[in-house]
Each structure stands twice: as C-alpha cells, then as structure tokens.
C-alpha cells in the first residue's frame, strides 16, 4: 500500500563534512570522493552510489538506483574539514597513511593539499599509544567544547557550506563505562565544568556538533554519544545521531557467516578470530585499555545473532576469542583469520576457515560516504535521535534502550532499505509473496 511521502528538504547548497581525526580513514575518504567526482575511479562499497532499491512488486520490475530515487546531496556538493592532533594538511597525512597509490595520490593532490586540520582536543589519557602537539588549550572540558563550537561555527561560514554532518574518525579511546555523569544533559554539562575524567576528547566533539544542530555519526567503540545524556541533546536540538565503529573487516564478515549458520540450524562450539594490522589504528590498540574497548565492539555481535537462550542446543556456551596484534610491516592491510568450529546433523563437528586480507581504509571509506549522506537526508527529512536504521554500518549498533541492537547485516539492509521506501511514501517491502500464487 502506498504512504504519503514524508517532506524532505531539498539538499540546496553545499555539505560541509567534519571529521574528527585526519588519518588514514578521512584520506581516503576524501580523496576517493575526489577521483570519483573527476570520473577517474569508480565508487566500489558504496551503497549510496552503487545500490538499488526495489519497488512494488517483483513483476513491476522497479529498482532505480538509490541516488536517483533520494534527494541525496551530490559529490561535488561535498566540503572537507576536520580536526587532528598533526598539523599535516591531507595530501601529507595520506602519504603518510600509506594507503593509497601514488597516482591516485597525485590526481587528488590539489583538493588534499587545500583540506587542513583544526587543532583537536587531546588527551593522553585516553589515548595512550599516540603523541601529537597539535591541540587546543583550555582550563575546563567546558571551555574546550566552546572552542569547537566556534571551530564548527568559523568552518561553516568560510566555507559557505548551508549543512553539516560530523563523523568521528579518530582513534579508539580507552574502555569507558556509563557513569552517572552520563545520565542526563544537566549532570553531563556540569561534569563539563569540572573535568570529569568520565568525559572523553570524543565527547566533547558530539557535544560541540549537537549544539549546533550538526548530526553526528561515531565511526569508533567509543561511548562517545551513545549516553542518555547525548540521545536527550539529540532529540532536544532535533538532530540524527547514529554509532558505532565502523563496520569493515572482520565483524563484517561475521554478520554475513553467522547468520547463514543460524538460518540453517548450524551449531557452534566456538570461534576464534586473531588479527595483524599496521597502521595508527594498530598501534592505539596494542594498549590494553583501547583494546578493550574494540574487544567489547567484537564480541557483542555473534551472541546477539545467534540467539544462545532461544537456541541452547545449537549455540549455549559457544567460546568466542578476538586478538589483535600490532605489526607493523602490514599497514593498512590488515589480515583477519578466523577458526570456526560448527557441528551439524547428529553433532558431528566441522570447521570452517577464514582468511580475509582487507585493506581497513579502503572498506571504511564508502561507509564515511554513505553515513555523510544518509545523515543529512535525515537532518532535512526531520528525523531525530539514533538512527536505529543505519545499524547496517556499525559493529556496535545504537538502539533504544528498551530494545537489543540488530546485527543480522540482512536484517540491517531491509530495515534500511525499508527506512528508505517509507520516506518517500512506497510500500515496505515484505518479501511474502503470496499474491503471485493466489
């Protein structure tokens, strides 16, 4: 049955994109949405620029391409900002990243080399394994989080951008659990005013974006804005906020395998998952206390998917290990390798083995794209709060409190895509079917 649409804003002027941490991630990014703009590369993973979406029923045979059926902001209506705690402006920081070919680099220069940081907000205390003296001062969190507001405030009048959307793209924290300072934005903004080591660098940047109406999208295991007090400024100032951690390598690859075993009433007895990477993300998580931090990301998809307490035959007591090392030499090409020992018809046990060599930036990239687009078109369609429907790009996905996160990545994609049906006012898409054989 078709809805009546839900009014959506056109996507007039341009998008400024702010993203805390000008790494590996944020250059790639950039420079991969310049190469695709020149029509000099194509924009492989994302779903954004590359996806359909189905319409009615299978015989109508409607599946425009996304783009096309969204008023989605275009590429070359995309501005770059971001904060970093190296003074290297992108073209500098790619190289030094690693990720990309020199002739891409060299295609992309002039754009990089125009795109430089912000001092960031820093503390060493929460991530431990870097060093970089390109940081703001301040007496109090309270004072610090002002100065991004002007930062936002000053980027978005020079670059005479008419939106923005911000994603965090620095580095894993070290493990944060809730505190009571987290649990509304009065006791959190007084926290602010008196340097509570509860709130995180990472904090103040989606404090900072939601004051000033920016949406805010957290591509780290950080709590970042996944607190009461975050959700409650969400909804106050009416912006869309999703998280968190990007989904890319590994866990991705879980989402996918988990529940095709599922879907099959395939048991598991355990699963094992160790990986090598190189580059800054490495070496932050070689600290114990940010491995923490992912380790908790990691770990929380399989039990959700597999449903251990509806299914205790097949997945009760199933062991689960995550490690990752810190070897240099790999890069940005980290390697995963997962053991996987499942049991089928009568208990017999089989395995199955898993060796994915992924490169980490160039999976997160088209994701950054895609948050970027999806969160603006939901700033203009008037959306609010978590974004329960963007799940499908996060280990660690938001929800309501009162609900257990999705992480069935097909599950995640119909819901999204449903998301996107209902928008703009055509059927959800059930995948029934029974009117084809009445």
């Given at each position: 049955?078709m809805?009546?649409?839900k009014?959506?804003?056109?996507?007039k002027?341009?998008?400024?994109?702010?993203?805390p941490?000008?790494?590996?991630v944020?250059?790639?990014?950039?420079?991969?949405?310049?190469?695709i703009?020149?029509?000099?590369?194509?924009?492989?993973?994302?779903?954004?620029?590359?996806?359909?979406?189905r319409?009615g029923k299978r015989?109508?045979?409607?599946?425009p391409?996304?783009?096309?059926?969204?008023?989605?902001?275009?590429?070359?209506d995309?501005?770059?900002?971001?904060?970093d705690?190296?003074?290297?402006?992108?073209?500098?920081?790619a190289?030094?990243a690693?990720?990309l070919?020199?002739?891409?680099?060299?295609?992309a220069?002039?754009?990089?080399s125009s795109v430089?940081?912000?001092?960031?907000?820093?503390?060493?205390?929460?991530?431990?394994?870097?060093?970089?003296?390109?940081?703001?001062?301040?007496?109090t969190?309270?004072?610090?989080?002002?100065?991004?507001?002007?930062d936002?405030?000053?980027?978005?009048?020079?670059?005479?951008v008419?939106?923005?959307?911000?994603?965090?793209?620095?580095?894993?924290?070290?493990?944060l659990?809730?505190?009571?300072?987290?649990?509304?934005?009065k006791?959190f903004?007084?926290?602010?005013?008196?340097?509570?080591?509860?709130?995180?660098?990472?904090?103040?940047?989606?404090?900072a974006?939601?004051?000033?109406?920016?949406?805010?999208?957290n591509?780290?295991?950080?709590?970042?804005?996944?607190?009461?007090?975050m959700?409650?400024?969400?909804?106050?100032?009416?912006?869309?906020?999703?998280?968190?951690?990007?989904?890319?390598g590994?866990?991705?690859?879980?989402?996918?395998?988990?529940?095709?075993l599922?879907s099959?009433?395939?048991?598991l007895?355990?699963?094992?998952?160790?990986n090598?990477?190189?580059?800054?993300d490495?070496?932050?998580?070689?600290?114990?206390?940010?491995?923490?931090?992912?380790?908790e990301?990691?770990?929380?998809?399989?039990?959700y998917?597999?449903?251990?307490?509806?299914?205790?035959?097949?997945?009760?007591?199933f062991?689960h290990?995550v490690?990752?090392?810190?070897?240099?030499?790999?890069?940005?090409?980290?390697?995963?390798?997962?053991n996987i020992d499942?049991?089928?018809w009568?208990?017999?046990?089989?395995q199955?083995?898993?060796?994915?060599?992924?490169?980490?930036?160039?999976?997160a990239a088209?994701?950054?794209?895609?948050l970027?687009l999806?969160?603006?078109?939901?700033?203009?369609?008037?959306?609010?709060g978590?974004?329960?429907?963007l799940?499908?790009?996060?280990?660690?996905?938001m929800?309501?409190?009162q609900?257990?996160?999705?992480?069935?990545?097909?599950?995640?994609?119909?819901?999204l895509?449903?998301?996107?049906?209902?928008?703009?006012?055509?059927?959800?898409?059930?995948?029934?079917?029974?009117e084809?054989?009445d």
């Amino acid at each position: 049955m078709m809805r009546r649409p839900k009014k959506v804003a056109p996507p007039k002027g341009k998008l400024g994109v702010l993203t805390p941490g000008m790494g590996a991630v944020t250059t790639t990014f950039i420079a991969g949405v310049e190469l695709i703009r020149r029509g000099q590369a194509q924009p492989v993973g994302s779903l954004t620029q590359m996806g359909t979406i189905r319409l009615g029923k299978r015989t109508e045979k409607r599946s425009p391409e996304i783009k096309k059926f969204l008023p989605l902001a275009k590429l070359d209506d995309l501005v770059f900002g971001g904060w970093d705690i190296f003074p290297d402006d992108a073209y500098r920081a790619a190289r030094n990243a690693g990720v990309l070919a020199e002739k891409d680099l060299e295609q992309a220069k002039p754009l990089l080399s125009s795109v430089k940081p912000m001092k960031a907000v820093f503390d060493r205390n929460y991530v431990r394994r870097l060093e970089g003296g390109y940081v703001k001062k301040g007496a109090t969190k309270w004072e610090l989080a002002q100065q991004l507001r002007e930062d936002i405030q000053n980027f978005k009048a020079k670059s005479r951008v008419s939106r923005l959307v911000m994603i965090w793209c620095g580095s894993t924290e070290v493990h944060l659990k809730a505190n009571r300072i987290h649990r509304d934005l009065k006791s959190f903004e007084k926290a602010l005013k008196a340097n509570h080591e509860a709130i995180s660098p990472s904090m103040l940047y989606a404090y900072a974006a939601l004051q000033e109406g920016v949406p805010f999208a957290n591509g780290a295991p950080n709590l970042t804005v996944d607190i009461p007090a975050m959700v409650e400024l969400a909804q106050e100032k009416k912006v869309p906020i999703t998280g968190k951690d990007f989904k890319t390598g590994q866990t991705l690859m879980k989402t996918i395998i988990a529940p095709g075993l599922k879907s099959r009433m395939i048991g598991l007895r355990g699963w094992f998952s160790t990986n090598i990477l190189g580059n800054r993300d490495g070496e932050v998580l070689d600290d114990p206390e940010s491995f923490k931090t992912k380790e908790e990301s990691k770990l929380g998809a399989l039990e959700y998917i597999l449903q251990p307490k509806l299914y205790p035959a097949l997945y009760n007591g199933f062991c689960h290990k995550v490690r990752i090392h810190y070897y240099p030499p790999r890069g940005d090409n980290k390697e995963g390798w997962d053991n996987i020992d499942i049991f089928g018809w009568l208990g017999y046990p089989m395995q199955l083995k898993v060796n994915f060599l992924c490169r980490d930036s160039i999976l997160a990239a088209p994701l950054v794209l895609d948050l970027v687009l999806f969160l603006d078109l939901a700033q203009r369609a008037g959306l609010r709060g978590i974004q329960e429907w963007l799940s499908f790009y996060f280990k660690s996905p938001m929800c309501a409190p009162q609900l257990y996160p999705e992480h069935d990545l097909f599950i995640q994609l119909t819901k999204l895509k449903n998301t996107l049906r209902w928008l703009r006012g055509e059927s959800l898409i059930t995948h029934l079917g029974t009117e084809y054989y009445d």
